[in-house]
């Protein structure tokens, strides 16, 4: 006799997005499982890494290949699909589909097109490795992967330095010492920050302590391996009040002055200093610009 699917006739033309293990098997869900089994096709990162993970709970739904490469080429291929009253399933290679990962831009074009999305809860690396940080859970910011490119990594660092929430990165273990030189240049050598690694595997691991403190750390071990997650603590109000105070004794100075002093005591480019100088003064970023570029109308 066969078996009876739990999908009833309202769920046809819809995509799933099932969150997958990040290390342990053992945190797939029952109706993870239930939902792949019972699809009609898998949306897969990469189909040779889901097969592992298909073939380890007995799933044996097809696969079809829907990444960052070729997803414009696959989407006319789903929606007909999902037209067709068919029920999809998306994953990624680990984790939470469309959280630095492929997905997003799949969930708005099925939400244009008018068909459901349906998310189901699961592992996540973000909010796995948060609430184990010993840092404010209350405010917290997802960064995601930042930039590889130093100049854009210092000015994306540069726009977070004031924020009082968390922040959690993804970060390659072959760039995570180098991003932490420069957290420490942006944020200060005091700032908490705590280094996940392997999370949920058997090396997991919790480097919690001051930039300096686990650079020091990395610096004697800089074979690092495995996934990477760190988080930072927000800025202090101590912090702020004394970034105010050393700021003060600017204020005197014409605007242009200030850009180009936070540009070489800081090293950021001119955007970022422009930025910091507009918040320093309560300042609209325009009218900065215009007095560092000598624009007629701008302060001087």
Do not use: W
């Amino acid at each position: 006799m066969q078996e009876q699917k739990s999908f009833q006739a309202s769920d046809r033309g819809r995509l799933y997005l099932v969150p997958t293990p990040i290390g342990n098997l053992e945190d797939m869900t029952f109706r993870a499982v239930t939902t792949l089994k019972e699809a009609d096709l898998i949306l897969s990162e990469d189909t040779r890494n889901t097969q592992k993970l298909l073939n380890h709970f007995d799933i044996s739904t097809k696969q079809l290949s829907y990444h960052k490469f070729n997803h414009q080429e696959r989407l006319a291929t789903i929606l007909k699909r999902l037209e067709e009253g068919q029920v999809l399933a998306q994953v990624s290679d680990a984790g939470m589909p469309a959280i630095s990962d492929p997905g997003a831009d799949l969930v708005q074009a099925v939400i244009q097109a008018g068909y459901a999305v349906i998310p189901l809860p699961g592992p996540n690396a973000a909010l796995t490795a948060l609430m184990a940080s010993g840092l404010d859970t209350q405010r917290f910011l997802f960064v995601g992967f930042p930039p590889r490119k130093k100049k854009a990594l210092k000015e994306t660092l540069a726009d977070l330095k004031g924020d009082q929430a968390t922040l959690i990165f993804y970060e390659s273990p072959y760039r995570v010492r180098q991003t932490l030189k420069s957290c420490a240049e942006v944020f200060g050598n005091d700032r908490q920050v705590v280094v996940v690694r392997e999370l949920t595997k058997r090396f997991e691991e919790f480097r919690r302590g001051t930039l300096a403190e686990v650079l020091a750390y990395y610096e004697d071990h800089p074979e690092i391996k495995g996934e990477i997650c760190f988080m930072l603590a927000g800025q202090s109000e101590e912090e702020a009040q004394a970034e105010q105070a050393a700021a003060a004794p600017n204020a005197d100075l014409s605007l242009r002055d200030q850009v180009l002093g936070r540009m070489a005591q800081e090293g950021l480019t001119s955007k970022a200093a422009i930025k910091a100088v507009a918040k320093d003064q309560g300042l609209a970023k325009q009218e900065v610009y215009a007095a560092y570029h000598q624009i007629e109308g701008g302060q001087g």
